[in-house]
């Protein structure tokens, strides 16, 4: 039996080590590849900010799975201590007694494996593999790996391969930079962004592929003027552009649910719905895709708050609910009599306009024969103060 150690930070996981594994296991013919997150690396301490051990794991489990021969190991995590590699690979040739071990290593690592913590142990029992292009370091390598045949009685491996020349470092700038779930792939990107690893900020196209998949294709064509709307407004009035575009994007991903769901909703993230939302999925909407916008997507509590009020207002809003409350109102593919007045208001005297859609929801109720909800009516007595 043929198997492979892929050891490593993973911090974080990405395509990279994907294709990596993939390389590994075509070039030596394994039978099985452990993937190996450290717990504490003994080398260097992590990035301040990074994941726990744990979290690293599982975000290695979400790259890895449907990868039929890798399994991800949580062992160096659940060891006290500095994670040494030499202790992992001894545990797992006394789990596969006569297999033959082959120690995954970029060029760095190889290079400096005489370094390592019981370095000769650790030789001779995985026999190293080192990834190399065929351009590069190639006369480095070979002479490398003759001192090693010559010290030690090991032949190492060399993988050939175009593997992605990631650099986790760049990843971790790259996902603050709002981009980056090219080189994570789908679902770590997600968990990347609902989690909030890395300082990690949403990709506004991939955002919208998230939200308009929830929607009905005329919701769809409403959330995109809400959109150019906010940011129009938010440059208007200096407020946060990217807060108010995620906003937008995000602010009625619940709104074709039914009621059933999303009282569902409510008690799967903890809201609890007050009388008049219990009964309106329209009122409701608004309270479930914050929580969604929040729990799923990794939205600030700015964000989060301008959702959540972006229906019937409230008293004392921030400058990101008025701007969505506004957005929402005067979209483009709004029609009312009075737009073009709220329209105007909202880019002359922010409050009044915003005083003035509150006024103007009241009276679309009351000729509907239907009760304003309280923070409706508390939000338009806020003004009148």
Not at 7 to 13: E, H, L, M
Request: net charge neutral.
């Amino acid at each position: 039996m043929r198997i492979g150690i892929f050891g490593g930070t993973f911090n974080p996981p990405h395509r990279g080590h994907l294709v990596a594994t993939r390389a590994a296991i075509d070039a030596l013919e394994l039978d099985r590849l452990y993937v190996v997150p450290t717990g504490t690396p003994p080398h260097k301490p992590l990035p301040a900010g990074s994941p726990e051990p744990g979290d690293r794991h599982r975000l290695a489990q979400l790259l890895f799975a449907g990868e039929e021969l890798v399994q991800v190991l949580d062992m160096e995590i659940k060891r006290p201590g500095p994670s040494y590699t030499v202790d992992t690979v001894k545990a797992l040739k006394a789990q596969h007694l006569g297999a033959d071990f082959f120690l995954l290593l970029g060029t760095d690592m190889f290079l400096s494996i005489e370094q390592w913590h019981r370095a000769e142990e650790l030789i001779r029992l995985a026999t190293p593999a080192v990834f190399a292009r065929e351009q590069g370091q190639g006369g480095e390598i070979a002479a490398y790996m003759g001192r090693i045949k010559d010290l030690y009685g090991i032949e190492p491996a060399r993988i050939y391969h175009d593997i992605l020349a990631l650099s986790s470092t760049e990843i971790r700038d790259t996902l603050a930079a709002r981009q980056g779930v090219e080189l994570t792939g789908e679902t770590v990107y997600r968990e990347l962004i609902r989690r909030g690893y890395y300082g990690a900020q949403v990709k506004f196209s991939w955002l919208r592929e998230q939200a308009y998949s929830m929607l009905l294709p005329s919701r769809v064509i409403h959330v995109q003027g809400t959109e150019t709307e906010a940011v129009q407004l938010a440059r208007r009035w200096n407020a946060d552009v990217d807060q108010a575009r995620e906003a937008a994007i995000l602010h009625d991903i619940t709104k074709g649910f039914d009621l059933a769901e999303q009282l569902r909703l409510c008690q799967k993230y903890d809201m609890i719905p007050d009388d008049m939302e219990k009964k309106c999925r329209k009122l409701l909407h608004a309270k479930t895709g914050a929580a969604i916008a929040r729990y799923e997507f990794g939205v600030c509590d700015t964000v989060f708050s301008a959702i959540a009020c972006h229906t019937t207002g409230r008293p004392d809003m921030s400058l990101a609910d008025k701007i969505l409350y506004l957005a929402d109102y005067i979209e483009p593919g709004r029609k009312f009599a009075e737009v073009s007045k709220l329209r105007e208001m909202a880019y002359t005297a922010l409050d009044t306009a915003v005083e003035y859609g509150l006024q103007l929801s009241l009276e679309e109720l009351r000729a509907r024969g239907l009760p304003p909800h309280p923070r409706t009516r508390a939000a338009i007595d806020w003004y009148g103060r």
